[in-house]
């Protein structure tokens, strides 16, 4: 079948090789629920006013049909099992992924997406995938129940705390031949970017901005030709920087490190145990407003000086040193050593700030 890449009245573009089957079904469903609600409704209406209540009329039993019994048994039991035999060929389809199929891993927490791919690069957030190939993510979640959801590729699963599960699309061209197949390689060309959703409720968040709550638990499909996305991953990678319309990218133009940290802070996660804002409300971990310099009273009753050592320690083993009166829920983030150095000085520049 056509993919149509452009989204329709009701569906978004068919960007996978799924789509345009699940949307047949799709149809097929909706326009079976249009004939017989319309049959049904209608008859009805037309039964009550044929058959209304008239004076000087009696009512009279109607006797049975069985020719008719059986066709309305029968017909709707046929319509159901064609829908079952095709969504159960779907089904299995979408669950055994192709054995050539490249393996992303995908790590969901409140309220973040962290992407590895097989050599090992990390993207937050997005994730850059080749098109024409089949992809498999291989997913988990350090907290609760997420749901990995691009509407694009019609594909939907569920991360659940303790296992893994498991999901595989193939993108498909947006505008074939907009890029020739012998265009110069440039790790930073996207034929096109879907967006990712969470689909099920992760908890409501404190705040309201980017990767904030589940409402905002978004991430980016960026689609590129697998020559470009070879490149890609062998880039290295620049840490993201504050944009003009509020947002963080990955750009040109480099920033402080205080700036990136400022990003990290949002697309790591971190905002959703630790306060950034002087008066927000009491988060699970300490707030960073005002903590550089400070004695920090731990756990073992020892006190330490809130420095570039500690941050530093803190994030890498979150164990080690646990705040008094927290628990020790941290996670442990997987950090490249320049993130964790933005980060640092993000906390530092937020010490300085006051209450
Ligand atoms: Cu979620």
Redesign the pocket.
Request: charged share 5%; with cysteine.
């Given at each position: 079948m056509e993919n149509q890449t452009e989204p329709s009245l009701q569906l978004p573009a068919q960007l996978s090789t799924f789509a345009p089957e699940v949307d047949w079904l799709y149809h097929f469903i909706f326009w079976v629920s249009v004939v017989f609600f319309v049959g049904i409704v209608g008859s009805t209406l037309y039964f009550m006013v044929k058959y209304r209540r008239r004076p000087g009329v009696k009512s009279e039993p109607t006797g049975h049909h069985n020719t008719l019994e059986l066709f309305w048994t029968f017909s709707p039991l046929i319509i159901l099992f064609m829908m079952f035999f095709w969504g159960w060929q779907g089904f299995l389809q979408m669950a055994e992924a192709p054995d050539d199929a490249m393996i992303v891993r995908v790590r969901?927490r409140?309220?973040a997406w962290t992407f590895e791919h097989p050599n090992g690069a990390i993207e937050d957030n997005e994730v850059h995938v080749p098109v024409d190939r089949p992809v498999r993510l291989v997913m988990s979640s350090a907290d609760?129940?997420?749901?990995f959801y691009v509407p694009d590729f019609r594909v939907k699963r569920d991360?659940v705390p303790g296992m893994f599960t498991s999901l595989w699309f193939q993108a498909v061209q947006r505008d074939p031949g907009s890029v020739p197949d012998d265009a110069e390689v440039d790790p930073n060309r996207v034929l096109y970017t879907s967006q990712v959703y969470?689909a099920?409720?992760?908890?409501a968040g404190g705040a309201w901005g980017p990767n904030m709550g589940?409402a905002t638990?978004y991430a980016l499909v960026h689609v590129q030709r697998d020559q470009d996305y070879q490149a890609f991953l062998r880039a290295p990678r620049p840490l993201p920087c504050p944009q003009e319309n509020g947002t963080c990218a990955v750009s040109e133009t480099e920033c402080s490190p205080e700036a990136a940290g400022s990003c990290l802070f949002g697309s790591k996660g971190c905002t959703a145990c630790h306060q950034n804002q002087a008066g927000g409300p009491q988060l699970a971990g300490p707030t960073f407003v005002g903590l550089w310099g400070t004695q920090q009273q731990l756990t073992s009753g020892e006190s330490v000086e809130v420095n570039e050592d500690f941050v530093r320690q803190s994030i890498m083993d979150p164990r080690s040193q646990v705040a008094q009166g927290y628990s020790p829920v941290m996670p442990q983030i997987q950090l490249t050593e320049p993130e964790t150095n933005a980060l640092i000085a993000y906390v530092r520049s937020l010490g300085t700030a006051t209450e």
């Open positions: 969901a409140q309220w609760v129940l997420h749901s991360l969470c099920e409720y992760c908890g589940h638990m």
